[in-house]
């Protein structure tokens, strides 16, 4: 009779046990593919999150003095800009050895003009750029195109009474309101945003922008090193790195596939000693019946592969299954993640390497089960029959 007919026809036999093997391993490994998946899954989401949904560098010009205010409150002084940037030496952007890392360029020049008797801050945009890389804008209408249109803030659109149609007068030229912004909670709340060269014609600032907002491509950018490249091809502007909320989000993320691999590792440890515990009671109960093929002229070698093969099966099927439980959990758990945005993908590696680790993690455990095993005496095991 050959080993592996032993040992279906023993785990046929005892199918409680191999049961309860199964369980326990598959219980450590589904956690793991579980908790990994989770953190992929938001980390994907947090990526795409950097990748398409604002700035991370914003070109400003120089400026030595120090703005006197906070979270919009101005505290002293006057913020003014004393000059602008020029459009043209926007170029040298293309030049910076990251450039395929930028994923947009957002030039915006901004200005105060006289609208329905009062003072409005009007934002010039290149409208193909800004309205893809503001995607949380939320407009009612559309955004503006060329020529006189604009797009009214919503404190904006409050104060001045604009609705959505209204013609609105500017230094005697007539504007159509094509789109009301839903309120934002920031700046851009007051605020009037017209194409880039029109504001620019209001604003008597041919060929300037007051500032350019860059987006990196991807979370993990070389921004600082992108930072310093954009310093030297633009040494009279101000560039800076956007970087606290990206990072602020990418630690929290950190820290929970952190906590994951704790528990992974813990949960595993634990299917381990259950692995051992029942392989030692398993040996225990099995004396005659390994006494009986010693002394049938079974090896040390047979009986040691007798047991690791049985742990190898056991230990694959809980893999197998593990890994099952877990894509199922963690789909299952997403949608009260992240508000259902996050998406589960399939990973080729976490699914081979869920297995060979649950098979290794059996394997070890039955290690020194089976060392005591193929060690017993056959004669000391046959006086128990």
């Not at 199964?22 to 956690?31: D, Y």
């Not at 205010?69 to 990251?98: A, F, M, R």
């Not at 934002?123 to 020529?147: C, H, T, Y």
């Not at 930072?227 to 790195?241: E, G, H, N, S």
């Amino acid at each position: 009779m050959r080993l592996e007919h032993i040992v279906f026809h023993h785990l046929k036999r005892c199918k409680g046990r191999a049961a309860f093997l199964v369980i326990g391993l598959l219980i450590g490994v589904s956690t793991v593919v579980t908790m990994l998946s989770l953190s992929d899954a938001l980390g994907r989401k947090a990526q795409h999150e950097l990748e398409n949904f604002g700035a991370n560098i914003v070109i400003t010009p120089h400026n030595d003095q120090l703005e006197l205010s906070y979270g919009g409150i101005q505290l002293g002084g006057v913020n003014l800009v004393s000059k602008e940037i020029s459009e043209t030496s926007l170029g040298k952007i293309d030049s910076i050895p990251n450039r395929r890392n930028v994923a947009a360029i957002a030039p915006k020049v901004l200005g105060v003009i006289q609208a329905g008797g009062r003072d409005v801050m009007l934002m010039g945009v290149d409208p193909g750029v800004e309205f893809n890389l503001k995607r949380w804008w939320s407009i009612d209408g559309r955004p503006v195109a060329q020529g006189r249109e604009l797009v009214a803030g919503a404190l904006v659109a409050q104060s001045l009474g604009l609705k959505l149609g209204d013609q609105l007068m500017i230094q005697n030229q007539q504007f159509e309101i094509v789109g009301v912004l839903s309120k934002t909670g920031s700046q851009d709340d007051q605020l009037l945003i017209s194409p880039l060269q029109t504001a620019q014609n209001l604003l008597t600032k041919p060929g300037v922008v007051s500032l350019v907002e860059i987006a990196a491509l991807c979370h993990d950018c070389p921004v600082d090193d992108m930072v310093k490249q954009l310093q030297t091809v633009l040494p009279d502007a101000d560039v800076q790195a956007v970087q606290q909320v990206v990072k602020t989000r990418m630690h929290a993320l950190d820290q929970f596939r952190l906590f994951a691999w704790g528990v992974a590792v813990t949960v595993i440890l634990i299917g381990a000693l259950l692995v051992f515990v029942t392989m030692m009671g398993s040996i225990s109960e099995r004396t005659r019946e390994i006494g009986i093929y010693r002394a049938i002229g079974y090896r040390r070698s047979h009986v040691l592969r007798l047991i690791l093969v049985e742990a190898g099966i056991v230990s694959a099927i809980a893999g197998v299954s593990g890994y099952l439980v877990g894509v199922l959990a963690t789909v299952c758990g997403l949608p009260l993640l992240e508000g259902g945005h996050a998406s589960w993908q399939w990973d080729p590696l976490l699914a081979a390497g869920a297995v060979i680790a649950a098979i290794i993690v059996g394997l070890l455990a039955a290690i020194q089960p089976a060392l005591r095993a193929s060690r017993l005496d056959p004669s000391e095991a046959l006086r128990a029959l």
